[in-house]
């Protein structure tokens, strides 16, 4: 016990004597972080470092660009059939494929957010394609016709810029798509209107014509899901169904402008 009683006290007294020095000593400062003479406080100097930092975070926050796109170009799309045909009393599967060279256009809207060496670039797209026409394999022959071909995306895009005009870009987005689908074959024949999820991924080249207007050379791969026809007997009896997938390759060219309504807000 005793020897516990004496480490006791000289914990105390180490205590008693370390604590006046740590409580009132002043702390040796860096003339890096000293006040200078001309009297400002340690108050002013933390209040222009913190205007300093929020400076820099706001720069790094910029308020979005909005931009309008107008796109044209050239779909290489692919119907790919599939479904069987019961005419003959037994289900015959539907194979083959229809493909053609269709002209594509429509526009998009989004906004662009400064990162480091390009951009962000969020947008909704849509855009048309011309009718598809073709003809697939089954019992016989069906012609095919997928008219009224449309698609609306929420796009994703990342800019890379090389310099002050010329960059890349890559990117996707998803959404859904619709067309509608005639097939008909001397015996049974179905139509119906298609909707669809739709998905699309892409790169492009950009080239900058000043601060508001853009130039956009792009490939797209576009892919439409599968939908499902009804195939008809000539008296109205089911004859089994028709399914069609679209996927397509793109070339597109773009013109974006952005902030195209600036000089009614100035």
């Known amino acids: 016990m005793d020897a516990r009683r004496l480490l006791l006290e000289a914990i105390g007294l180490l205590m008693a004597a370390v604590c006046p020095v740590v409580c009132f000593a002043t702390p040796p400062v860096s003339p890096e972080y000293a006040p200078p003479s001309g009297g400002e406080s340690w108050a002013g100097m933390a209040a222009a470092e913190t205007v300093d930092a929020l400076e820099m975070l706001g720069s790094a926050f910029r308020a979005p660009q909005f931009y309008v796109s107008g796109i044209v170009g050239a ?28 002209f594509t256009a429509g526009g998009a809207f989004g906004a662009a957010f400064e990162r480091s060496h390009g951009l962000l670039r969020a947008e909704v797209e849509g855009r048309g394609r011309d009718r598809l026409l073709g003809e697939t394999a089954g019992v016989e022959p069906f012609a095919v016709e997928a008219a009224d071909n449309w698609s609306v995306m929420a796009n994703l895009w990342r800019d890379y810029f090389f310099t002050d005009r010329l960059g890349v870009y890559g990117g996707g987005g998803i959404g859904g798509g619709g067309y509608r689908l005639t097939a008909a074959e001397p015996i049974v024949a179905g139509s119906s209107t298609a909707a669809e999820f739709a998905w699309q991924a892409g790169c492009g080249v950009t080239y900058r ?50 902030e195209p309504f600036r000089r009614f807000y100035r």
């Open 75 to 102: 779909s290489f799309a692919t119907l790919s059939s599939g479904g069987t045909n019961t005419a003959s009393g037994t289900a015959v599967p539907n194979t083959g494929a229809a493909s053609a060279d269709l």
């Open 209 to 258: 014509f000043g601060s508001q207007i853009t130039l956009d050379l792009g490939y797209r791969f576009f892919d439409l899901g599968t939908a499902s026809t009804p195939l008809l007997l000539g008296d109205g009896s089911p004859a089994g169904d028709y399914t069609s997938a679209i996927s397509a390759s793109e070339i597109l060219l773009s013109v974006r402008i952005y």
